[in-house]
Each structure stands twice: as C-alpha cells, then as structure tokens.
C-alpha cells in the first residue's frame, strides 16, 4: 500500500513538471520558428529602407515591445479578485489572462519582444547601411553602427522602464482593457451567436 501510493505521488510530480516544463517547450520552438522567419523577412525586406522609413519602422517594433511588455508585466501584478467581481466588458477575458499570467506574460515580453528586436535590429543595419552609402570613412562608420545600436536598446530599455511602474501600479485597468479588445477583435461573433 505504502508503495502504491509514493508511486502515485512520483506520478503526479512528473505529470506535475511535463505541464510546467511543457509549455516552456512549446514557447521555444514557437519563439524559434517566428524568430527565424521574421529574420529572414526584416533581412530580405529592411535591407531595401530608405534612413527615414528604417527610423519609422525602429520606433514602430520599438513601441510594440514596450506596450507588450507592459502587457506581461501587468498581467503578472493584477488581482485576480478584481476580475472575479467585476462585471464590465473585458472581465471575462482579463480573469483568462489573469489564470494563465505566466503564459501570457512569456508570450508577451519574451516571445513578442524577441521579435520586435530582431525587427528593430534589421531596421537598424538598414539604417546603418544607408549611412555607409553617403559616408565613406571607415571610422565614422564604427561611431555611426555603434550609436544606432546603442540608441536602440537605451530607448528600448528606457520605455520599459517607464512603463513597469506604471504596468504594476495600474495592473487591473490595464487588463481590463486588454480584456476589452480581445474580446472585441476575438470574440465578436462568438458573442453575436450567443445574444441571438
């Protein structure tokens, strides 16, 4: 009997780490395919940008990371309680979020932003390659590469940062919201067969 049961216990452990290490698989080969073709999509296509357009494609992919980010962040600092008692529209979906936090935080900052730097790299070799064009000097354009690279990640990580403390301190709207226009874009005809 005693065996029986420590044997149940060793099984349910297992099956216990299979689901917690299972998705952290399936967020790997996932992040591997989209960083892979979004690679060879911003290589092929970037290379072709004009300075001004590069820039406006840099900033874009930069504030796509930084809003998902900050997606990731309040999603794992919002209560679940607030979802539970709240009856607006967006609820519903914000409480989903809420249960799967780690999930949706992985996706949102890790697999979202992972892209969004591969995308704002390429926008930044485009950049840098249309300055080695009009620049011919070799040293000029080591400063050029490394303050286009440098200005990329600090704006990032200056967005980030302005936006945790604003993720965590306004969690639940932020959800909320996320909630709203999730079910808005995803649910719509779900709910439109539903009401009739």
Known sequence: MWFYVSRKKKV?????????????????????????????????????????????????????????????????????????????????????????????CSFCADVVGDICGILSGAGGASVI???????QDQTIMIIVSTLVSSLIAGVTIFGKACMKAKAIKNANKIILKVGYICEKIFFKKNRKIVDT
């Open 12 to 104: 349910k452990t297992l099956e216990k780490r299979v689901k917690q290490y299972g998705w952290a698989v399936r967020m790997f080969f996932l992040t591997l395919c989209l960083s892979s073709v979004f690679s060879l999509i911003s290589q092929s296509l970037m290379s072709s940008l004009g300075i001004v357009t590069s820039v406006i494609t840099i900033l874009t992919f930069i504030f796509v990371s930084i809003c998902f980010d900050m997606v990731g962040i309040a999603v794992t600092s919002a209560s679940r309680d607030y979802f539970i008692a709240n009856d607006k529209k967006g609820a519903e979906i914000g409480l989903l979020l809420v249960d799967n936090s780690e999930k949706v």
């Open 129 to 135: 390659l249309s300055f080695s064009n009009i620049i």
